[in-house]
């Protein structure tokens, strides 16, 4: 069974940074590519960024370019998502999701809650 | 970036009825749009694929047809688990966006 758990999440002071974790299992990590996406509370879906099967694939939205960085990890089956310089904008549920057809999504991990607040 | 605009943003409807979201998007996609359907404090779950297909275990009642820039998802004969929010997603020019969901409820 395909399975993605998403840790890390918590409550950090604007400006300050989190790294959260994506481990995969039930399928061979390192032949795909992972996604994050967010949803602030009671908002819609935002994508943030990708890596693709080589680390040197990477995407990152606007929003979040220059202060977050994506990396994998296939010996530990895991994707990191370093978050700094955070903001009260990106309070939200942080999504692992697995790469399909190049730009979507197949399977999600349950999400991890990022509160950023005074 | 290309927006995706959903319609109706919310919907009340009744078990066993017959409903159509649309989905427009502000340039030509081709067929590179998703459906996916979300409850409340659960993930996202995609139910349909390159605008037409089923994913793996997913319902017949659900299809999806369009393309360029106009699509549409369908659902037959409502069930009560079927009462969630929609969103449409495209993956055909990165960024990957989603439109704003429609939010499907029980009348």
């Known amino acids: 069974e395909v399975q993605l758990v998403e840790s890390g999440g918590g409550s950090v002071q604007p400006g300050g940074s989190l790294r959260l974790s994506c481990v995969g299992s039930?399928?061979?990590?390192?032949?795909?590519?992972i996604h994050w996406v967010r949803q602030a509370p009671g908002k819609g879906l935002e994508y943030v960024g990708n890596?693709?099967?080589?680390?040197?694939?990477?995407f990152y939205a606007n929003s979040v370019k220059g202060r977050f960085t994506i990396s994998r990890d296939n010996a530990k089956n895991t994707v990191y998502l370093q978050m700094g310089s955070l903001r009260v904008e990106d309070m939200a549920v942080y999504y692992c999701a697995r790469d399909f057809k190049d730009g979507t999504f197949d399977y999600w991990g349950q999400g991890t809650l990022v509160t950023v607040s005074s | 970036d290309v927006q995706l605009t959903q319609s109706p943003s919310s919907l009340s409807a009744s078990v066993g009825d017959r409903v159509t979201i649309t989905c427009r998007a502000s340039?030509?996609?081709?067929?590179?749009l998703v459906w996916f359907q979300q409850k409340p404090g659960k993930a996202p779950k995609s139910l349909i694929y390159?605008?037409?297909s089923l994913q793996s275990g997913v319902p017949l009642r659900f299809s999806g047809s369009g393309s360029g820039t106009h699509f549409t998802l369908t659902i037959d004969s409502l069930q009560p688990e079927d009462f969630a929010t929609y969103y449409c997603?495209?993956?055909?020019?990165?960024?990957?966006?989603f439109g704003q969901g429609t939010r499907l409820e029980i009348k």
């Open positions: 340039q030509v996609i081709g067929n590179y």
């Open positions: 890596i693709g099967i080589n680390e040197g694939n990477r």
């Open positions: 997603q495209q993956y055909n020019i990165y960024p990957p966006t």
């Open positions: 390159s605008a037409s």
């Open positions: 039930g399928f061979s990590f390192d032949r795909y590519g």
